[in-house]
């Protein structure tokens, strides 16, 4: 059980690519939000 809900919300995330920013990322994705990341690392930021 997640401590909030964002179906229906959409989220920008920048510095996705590693450490807080990939965090954050995946767990607004698993409270339900559409999430667009963004990174300057070329790796696989999200599987």
């Not at 990939?22 to 939000?33: D, H, Q, R």
């Amino acid at each position: 059980m997640t401590r909030f809900e964002l179906h229906g919300k959409k989220a920008i995330i920048t510095g996705a690519g590693r450490g807080i920013g990939k965090a954050l990322a995946l767990g607004i994705a698993e409270a339900g939000a559409e999430v667009a990341v963004v990174s300057h690392v070329h790796i696989r930021v999200l599987k």
